[in-house]
């Protein structure tokens, strides 16, 4: 719920808001400590003579996530300890845990284009994505360390149609960003009319928390699709480019969920396959088609009668 900021990192901070409201670090609540703002992060006296987890996870930084990937001053008595005017102590850095390197392989689906971007437009957009990937991950204390492209693959219509219907079954659809018209009916010509474009994410990262790169890639953009079409068309326009004036929405998702369409019918007529081998008798059941030879036994029962009698009779 995130009721109050505890800097500090004491219980006397929340004070105010009940008996039953203590201080807790890394809740994931994302206000910010003004710069210039004293952190000091001592623990409540009390008569165990330990550090608290805060005291040992301060250190000096231009920002939190700054002071994340250095951890090279410590500060545990608060922003005294740093030298540098142009940094602040930050608590909870999780500098006692090594760094860990995140890896998302992500698909991002442009609608609208029919044809692929050049070297020049994947240029603008790789930098839009890499800016969107940064500041929605920095929430998270994750740091954007690149955004490379992959493969480029012209997306129909049908297709699009499919991925929203599954993406809907299997309750991933938050955010739907594309509208699909027009591709109910079955002999409705398929144009290609997206383009997807495989990327690799990769980031810094001190846990706890655990963490899925791949949410966090998905969200950036799902979350905001307009905002990213405007920013890729603004930048398109001062560059000179003409491509993303044709996007119309974009969304992501991870690489590994991405599902191939299953067919919707069999492509062939079934086959007529023998149950059994043929047998040396005449079969009770008729055969499927007349043969090309006189059968050895009659189709039916002969009725015989013995008559008796004279000439005359």
Not at 33 to 60: E, F, K, R
């Amino acid at each position: 719920s995130c009721p109050k900021h505890c800097p500090s990192g004491t219980d006397a901070e929340c004070a105010n808001l009940g008996e039953n409201y203590e201080c807790y670090y890394l809740t994931g609540c994302t206000e910010e400590t003004p710069q210039g703002d004293l952190v000091h992060v001592g623990a409540d006296d009390d008569d165990s003579g330990q550090s608290s987890p805060l005291i040992m996870n301060s250190y000096c930084g231009q920002s939190w996530l700054h002071a994340i990937l250095s951890c090279t001053d410590e500060c545990p008595n608060g922003n005294d300890e740093c030298t540098d005017p142009n940094e602040s102590c930050f608590a909870a850095t999780n500098c006692n845990v090594p760094l860990e390197q995140l890896v998302s392989e992500l698909v991002s689906t442009l609608q609208g284009p029919d044809t692929i971007m050049d070297l020049v437009d994947a240029g603008i957009f790789e930098g839009t994505l890499f800016d969107t990937f940064a500041a929605f991950a920095a929430e998270y204390g994750v740091v954007i360390g690149g955004v490379n492209l992959g493969d480029q693959v012209l997306v129909d219509r049908r297709e699009l149609k499919h991925r929203m219907n599954h993406r809907a079954l299997m309750g991933h659809d938050r955010y739907l960003n594309f509208d699909i018209r027009n591709v109910t009916q079955r002999m409705l010509p398929s144009g290609s009319s997206a383009v997807d474009v495989s990327m690799v994410v990769t980031g810094d990262y001190r846990p706890p928390p655990y963490i899925d790169l791949n949410v966090i890639a998905e969200d950036s953009i799902n979350r905001n699709g307009a905002k990213v079409v405007s920013t890729l068309r603004e930048r398109g326009a001062r560059a000179g480019r003409d491509f993303f004036s044709r996007v119309e929405g974009i969304e992501a998702v991870a690489k590994v969920d991405l599902t191939r369409r299953p067919t919707e019918a069999p492509t062939y007529e079934p086959t007529v396959s023998l149950i059994a081998p043929p047998t040396g008798f005449p079969s009770a059941m008729p055969t499927y088609f007349p043969s090309g030879t006189p059968s050895t036994a009659p189709s039916r029962p002969l009725d015989q009668v013995i008559m008796t009698g004279s000439r005359e009779d």
